[in-house]
């Protein structure tokens, strides 16, 4: 007899707009300009008088210079004018985007990433989608987060190097990134600038080369090995680039970023990104109830009270016995319980035992307890559990088994997460 199973899939995980990068913001830019542009308040009244000819000139050479700020009053007298033009509306969604990206006033950031989300919805109500502005939508779909401001050796350096990227300025930015990594070598988002300026010159060699240094700084930051996977899929390796995308996933299994580009990836090339759908007997165990230890009993609890020894009551079972006493003894530095990998780990295995105690076959077992069979086997099941069953308890024994399971989890990300499409 065995017991239903309330099937555990994998929660939706949203991108990190947060830390949203120049490069992606630059190739945003460049799509949306498409002979119209435009962007947000006008501050110069000599605008409203201004030739149009010479406006549509002046405002497309600061675009394509990316100089964002410098283009901004243009832009948007631009949109004043012609507001039923989608294109025009696109392009200020585009510049109001790029420039919140590096604004370090944090009131003002927060109101030009508003103002782009608005904008790019009234451009594709206008039916300007087709030109960019979906994307900006997406982009701009998650809450703002202010641009982080450096302090510490490096930082004037940094801070400025984004400036004037935010300006076109890409020899300065270069220059400057260089001299805040002489004054901090720690500095991990001044190589990935720097990284972003030679993908914006389309050397995507040496952008490669500069997102690796940001990665030697810190492995187990995702940003860095995605960037690179989008500089060598953009160079053509698209092998090379799908394993920094995997090592994207090892690094940080829990953020967005690293599943979107998977998914970019795997769009480009014919793939598809679909996780296992795994689930096992997951329901409250042991607790207090007026001095008296009570059990919330699963279904499969029932094949105990019949005489037949069940794999998942062994599964539940186990979690009862390692919370009272397992815990203890496998994390004596903590002192409060919690899920944990080896408990997990424990207990799938009571229940892959019973399964080999009672002789029982395929036909009478449910296909979890077959894909938690096949996972041990292939030794991939900590890397199952920790990437896509993992609970807030679970999740704090990742990093220390990412560190000594590299390969491991890369193997489990490129066999179960990435399929060729049906």
Known sequence: MVAPLRILRPKARQPSYNVRTMRSRV???????????????AQDPSLATMPEKELVVTAGQLYIKLDMAGALPYMQELVKRHPENGMFATSLAGCLYSVATVNMDAQQAAAQWTAAHKEAERAIALHAAGNGAQEILDLT????HPQAKFTGPGAAALNQAKNSFGHGDLDATLNECNAAMVADPGLYDAPLLAGDVWLQRQDF??????????????PNRETGYRFRGDALDRAGQTNAALEQYIAAAVADPYSGGPIEGLTQWSGRHGHTVQRPQIGTAKLPITEMKNGTAVTNIPESQSDVDNGVLSPWAMYQMKRVMFKTDGFAKAY???NTYRHSLQEEVASIQAALDAIAILKMKDADLDPHLIALRKLNQEGLLECWILLDDADQGISQDYPAYRDGHRELIAKYVREYWIHPAT
């Open 205 to 218: 060699a040496q952008a490669a080369v500069w997102y690796g240094k940001a990665i030697a700084i810190n």
């Open 141 to 144: 779909a998650g809450p703002f």
């Open 27 to 41: 190739i945003v830019m460049l799509m949306c300009f498409v002979g119209c542009v435009h962007l947000v308040r």
């Open 332 to 334: 004596p530095a903590e």
